[in-house]
């Protein structure tokens, strides 16, 4: 099984390379590890993971579609809580550009803001069932050059669940029938850009 999905993303970034190639746009790959953090109730741990693609149509907007995975657990009872993932697809504005950023730093650093929605499903180590939700997430990400095909990226993101019902350290929040209530964690992470095309990095930095 694990032979067949490294095939498959393999398969999937070769075919992502050879038409990105061809584009006009600015096509990217992300990955970010980091950490997560809960307030109701307060569960910090480096369980974050994220992965994107992102595409930019000009040099100030784009598109990123994302997969994060997120693992929380309760201090007290290391063996308690959930495991969290999601799916979002998000817009991406250039705001190093509105703020000229790469400018005032001799083009080292830039920034940029994104939102979206999506779906996410979590698992409790307590409960049988999934959770299953909508989510909705806003974040800024400062990015440092490294050469025109890579650059590294630090993200600060907020993620709102809509409808869920497992608290952060495994069990329903609520006795009884269960009952949904809109939660949310931060995540901060650091992680690598890495370009495809023939534009490589212009529109985030040139």
């Known amino acids: 099984m694990k032979s067949r999905i490294i095939l498959c993303i393999a398969f999937a970034l070769t075919t992502l390379t050879g ?9 990217s790959l992300e990955a970010t590890y980091g950490g997560s ?3 109701k109730p307060s569960i910090s741990g480096f369980g974050h993971y994220d992965f994107g693609v992102r595409y930019m149509f000009d040099p100030n907007w784009g598109i990123k579609a994302d997969f ?3 693992t929380f657990r309760n201090d007290e009872t290391p063996k308690q809580g959930i495991d969290y993932t999601r799916l979002s697809l998000q817009a991406v504005h250039n705001l190093g550009r509105t703020i000229n950023l790469p400018s005032v730093t001799g083009g080292a650093v830039n920034a940029l803001a994104h939102a979206g929605l999506g779906l996410s499903i979590s698992k409790s180590t307590q409960e049988k069932t999934k959770d299953n939700m909508g989510n909705l997430i806003v974040g800024i990400t400062p990015q440092i050059y490294i050469f025109q095909d890579m650059s590294i990226q630090l993200d600060f993101s907020y993620v709102v669940n809509l409808l869920q019902h497992f608290d952060y350290d495994g069990p329903y929040r609520f006795e009884g029938a269960p009952k949904s209530f809109t939660g949310g ?3 901060a992470s650091i992680g690598i850009i890495y370009y495809l ?5 212009d529109y985030d930095w040139r």
């Open 185 to 187: 964690h931060a995540t």
């Open 37 to 39: 953090f809960a307030s």
């Open 197 to 201: 095309g023939k534009r490589h990095s």
């Open 19 to 27: 038409f990105a190639q061809k584009q006009e746009g600015q096509y």
């Open 68 to 70: 994060g995975h997120d």
